[in-house]
């Protein structure tokens, strides 16, 4: 029995690259693409996206506390928008093709507990009347405040490092809260290391 005769080298050409063109497809961005619109991977929360798939807006301050207006425990919500032509689930658990106008999540952002304790007056109170006591009283330390006035501020020592003090936000309101600062204004945030906190280990050139 005869062989049979090889392919034409014109008729293998096109079997050969439709082999390579689905490999490529298959195994590239695309075929992943392909792969998820079909069902293969299951469809991401929006609260789940990268940075730069989604746009958040500012938080809405309140004028009298300068805080998020919906601040609770610590922590305020502000929306955020997907960008055009993303599909993911929103908030609401609802698989939503996006177009940048509709919120798909709500991202938490971190906000201060404030009781009505200005910074401005308790910094003023310190620099003008820390001789007085009239800071301490202001920021519920009434005991201190009563020892500062029969000492007049203890010679003037006592005040100058309670104007310190209060300046730099190490002592604050008696009650734990903290002061009412302008949102965007000038902040310390405080850090410390306690037993709970991981030290990573320095590593010098």
């Not at 798939?53 to 609770?72: R, W």
């Not at 032509?85 to 919120?103: Q, S, W």
């Not at 734990?176 to 405080?190: E, F, M």
Request: charged content about 15%; aromatic content about 12%.
């Amino acid at each position: 029995m005869a062989a049979p005769w090889p392919a034409a080298p014109g008729a293998v050409a096109p079997q050969l690259l439709r082999v390579l063109w689905f490999v490529s497809v298959t195994t590239g961005p695309w075929g992943a693409a392909a792969i998820a619109a079909a069902g293969g991977e299951e469809t991401l929360k929006c609260e789940d996206l990268k940075l730069g798939q989604y746009i958040c807006k500012d938080p809405k301050i309140n004028d009298a506390t300068q805080e998020p207006v919906n601040c609770t425990n610590y922590t305020a919500h502000v929306p955020c928008f997907p960008a055009p032509n993303i599909t993911c689930k929103d908030f609401g658990g609802n698989e939503t093709h996006f177009t940048g106008n509709e919120v798909g999540f709500l991202k938490p952002i971190s906000c201060r507990n404030v009781n009505g304790y200005s910074y401005k007056v308790a910094v003023a109170l310190s620099l003008f009347l820390g001789w007085l006591g009239a800071d301490r009283f202001y920021l519920g330390y009434p005991a201190l405040g009563l020892l500062k006035f029969c000492t007049v501020g203890f010679c003037g020592i006592g005040s100058l490092i309670d104007f310190i003090l209060i300046s730099m936000q190490i002592v604050g309101p008696s009650d734990g809260s903290s002061y009412i600062i302008d949102y965007y204004g000038t902040r310390l945030t405080r850090l410390s290391i306690t037993n709970e906190t991981f030290r990573k280990t320095q590593l010098y050139p």
